[in-house]
């Protein structure tokens, strides 16, 4: 196709493609797409220099009890079931111990929307994690949950951030993103803050000099438009705030019976062409924005993750150590990949491994 071919090039010259090209280029197969996927491993190769970095860090899940009933969700559950958990401060006083010892630059906390939380339960998790180690970096809390928080605390999101900030987070994961689309947000997560919603976190976030990293769920009901849509949102964001640092393609892992019913669209797991497609115009979308793209070696397995690093993606994520919202969802890749697998992975590649922070200062080459 002579456009893709029009797009590529300008993509090359790193010129900004348009939403309309960028879904072209979503569609594109054959030929043209080895072309997309050269073009986007040469950027990649020039921004990145051939190196792909990961983090060593730790997930801390405070409790699985959760009433939004997102329909993809396998995590949550309500307190009565046996599963249900709610961490005390202690536990969570022992897993960040564990972090540290574990040499984690980074603890990554999220939990559910539990009513029996209260602010302080939040502020107290993010005074235990610098009163363990100041120089751990506190990656913590969805714009889901600091939405939350507002409620409970009576305030504007802009002040419960400020507040957040004061006791020691230092850097949020931009999940409870899914698609930035409401018709399709009303089907998959009815209940969760609406696309403007989670702008206005994402955005007083920024303002507040907290860094986000920007996410994706895709591979459900939504359609090649929509996933252009939200990429363009990030985009705009980005412009104007430049406080994401990192983009996140994030797939649907497993067939889920409330989603299912919903849908013809198969919801299996199985990873191929799409994928990588999507990884590729993603990094061409977003080039001179958003500089990471990283692959979940948690839903992908390390070796599809492996493959992604010749489409655009330059971040193979943390090792994790704690991870059960895919685990709950189906996901059959573990809970830990030790730094040395992840090394030997990249190398195997053909790439040179780094270890990063959490805001990509190089650490450590091998
Ligand atoms: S995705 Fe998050 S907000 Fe939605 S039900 Fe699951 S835990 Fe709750």
């Not at 396998?74 to 897993?95: C, G, H």
């Not at 900030?165 to 399709?184: H, N, Q, Y």
């Not at 780094?354 to 190089?362: A, E, G, I, M, N």
Request: hydrophobic fraction near 40%; proline fraction near 4%.
């Amino acid at each position: 196709m002579l456009e893709a071919k029009k797009i590529l090039r300008k993509a090359e010259d790193s010129v900004e493609i348009s939403p309309d090209e960028a879904l072209i280029l979503l569609k594109i197969t054959g030929k043209d797409f080895t072309a997309l996927q050269q073009t986007a491993d040469q950027i990649c190769f020039e921004k990145k220099n051939n190196l792909v970095s990961f983090i060593i860090n730790r997930n801390i899940n405070f409790t699985n009890v959760c009433y939004q009933g997102c329909k993809f969700c396998s995590f949550s559950v309500s307190n009565k079931n046996k599963d249900s958990f709610l961490k005390t401060i202690e536990e969570i006083r022992e897993d960040v111990t564990e972090a540290k010892n574990a040499e984690c630059t980074e603890v990554c906390i999220q939990g559910g929307i539990n009513p029996e939380l209260d602010f302080d339960y939040y502020l107290e998790i993010l005074k235990i994690v610098k009163e363990i180690d100041s120089n751990i970096h506190t990656h913590a809390f969805s714009p889901q949950e600091v939405f939350y928080m507002s409620k409970l605390y009576g305030s504007s999101i802009y002040d419960v951030l400020k507040e957040l900030k004061k006791a020691g987070l230092d850097s949020m994961p931009g999940t409870a993103a899914e698609i930035l689309v409401d018709d399709i947000r009303k089907v998959i997560c009815p209940n969760k803050i609406t696309t403007s919603q989670w702008i206005d976190v994402i955005k007083s976030a920024h303002e507040l000099g907290i860094p986000t990293t920007s996410t994706m769920m895709y591979g459900h009901i939504e359609d090649l438009k929509d996933r252009i849509e939200h990429l363009e949102i990030l985009r705009n964001i980005q412009k104007e705030t430049s406080g994401f640092t990192e983009f996140v393609p994030l797939p649907f892992v497993k067939e889920n019976p409330l989603l299912s019913k919903l849908t013809d669209f198969p919801l299996k797991p199985s990873y191929g062409m799409a994928d990588l497609k999507l990884f590729a115009v993603a990094r061409i979308f977003l080039n001179n924005y958003i500089d990471n793209i990283q692959c979940s070696w948690v839903k992908l397995g390390p070796k599809f993750a492996q493959v992604s690093l010749y489409y655009g993606v330059n971040d193979f994520s943390g090792t994790l150590m704690e991870e059960n919202i895919s685990k709950s969802a189906g996901a059959e890749f573990g809970e830990y990949l030790a730094p040395e697998e992840m090394i030997s992975i990249i190398k195997a590649a053909g790439k040179k491994p780094v270890q990063r922070d959490t805001l990509y200062k190089l650490l450590k080459f091998y």
